[in-house]
């Protein structure tokens, strides 16, 4: 039996040895492969531990991401989001929110009755034409001058990391260990830090709807989500309840989006998730601390054409959806989400 991250109400999330696959013999790396997609198959999440992310690594860049945010508002608000295109850029209090809903008019009826207490700030691949990447000015303050290398090679050796889960996915299903990298190759992917900001608990006291943000699946293709101490993450099992994702230090936990789950035939699970109040500890104060969190959204080349992959279909009428652009899908998921 392998271990278990979580193991209730009926949703088991695999605790997975990556390190095995990286540089395991051939048999393990296939044993190991395998496990990552069950884990995909059957809960939609798994955490892996001794990933190629050093805590060195991750301390720098949290470190670098409270930076940002403890920045005045105005200045952050310089760099504001810009279009679903683009997806880069910095998101106040409340403008964003993450939901199932697709119609614009409903999603803003949600985000007034309860809107997502967070804010965040978006990166995309730098330098891409007509998309500029919203970076601070070294002049506008010191305790960010290094924000732009720092982030460039986390989301570079992220890039990597998406590469080899990937790599694990297509050995799992019987593909060749390369299938997915002229998929990925262009790296259109988006670094998001996620800063959760102080708040009394009298907040959620007082809206049972309350949430530091909404239910919702990711887009594309898996997420790979660094967490702080302080908790929040639940998923949904298979029961129809909400299951804490605890942290687990040294690990980062990765889930699978909607695209691969269009993909993969809904073979693989794109489940539903939100962050919520975080446990109640003896002795708070009343109010809980800020939270801080990074996810790296990993999606197919904008111009990749996604339909159902082979080995999940045994006929054309077999097939769930149709094929779709990948850009033009997350750009309309986008789209109705600001």
Request: aromatic letters at 10%; proline letters at 7%; a negative charge.
């Amino acid at each position: 039996m392998a271990a278990a991250a979580v193991s209730k109400e009926g949703l088991f999330i695999p605790l997975i040895d990556f390190d095995v696959f990286l540089h395991g013999n051939a048999a393990d790396r296939l044993e190991t492969a395998k496990r990552i997609l069950h884990g995909f198959q059957t809960a939609g999440f798994i955490y892996l531990k001794n990933h190629p992310i050093t805590p060195a690594t991750l301390a720098r860049v949290f470190a670098t991401s409270a930076e940002f945010f403890a920045q005045p508002m105005d200045a952050k608000l310089a760099l504001g989001w810009t279009t679903p295109e683009a997806n880069r850029g910095y998101s106040a209090p409340g403008r964003e929110k993450v939901t199932q809903i697709t119609d614009a008019a409903a999603v803003a009826a949600v985000r007034d009755a309860a809107p997502d207490l967070k804010e965040s700030f978006e990166i995309g691949r730098d330098n891409v034409p007509d998309m500029p990447n919203r970076w601070p000015a070294e002049a506008a303050s010191v305790s960010v001058s290094s924000f732009r290398p720092v982030m460039l090679d986390f989301f570079a050796q992220c890039k990597a990391f998406h590469d080899h889960v990937m790599r694990a996915i297509a050995v799992g299903m019987g593909l060749p260990e390369s299938f997915f990298d002229p998929f990925t190759d262009d790296g259109e992917n988006t670094l998001r830090l996620l800063h959760y900001p102080a708040v009394r608990r009298g907040v959620f006291d007082a809206n049972p709807n309350q949430v530091r943000a909404g239910e919702h699946s990711d887009y594309g293709s898996i997420t790979l989500l660094f967490q702080d101490d302080r908790g929040g993450l639940q998923v949904r099992s298979p029961q129809g309840g909400f299951v804490d994702a605890t942290p687990i230090e040294g690990t980062v936990v990765v889930n699978a989006g909607d695209l691969l789950a269009r993909w993969s035939n809904d073979t693989i699970k794109s489940t539903i998730h939100r962050v919520v109040e975080p446990p109640r500890k003896a002795g708070d104060s009343g109010e809980y601390p800020s939270r801080y969190s990074i996810a790296y959204f990993c999606n197919p080349n904008f111009d990749s054409y996604i339909d159902a992959l082979p080995g999940t279909f045994a006929s054309e009428a077999e097939k769930k959806y149709k094929g779709v652009k990948s850009g033009d899908y997350l750009v309309q998921r986008l789209a109705a989400t600001y």
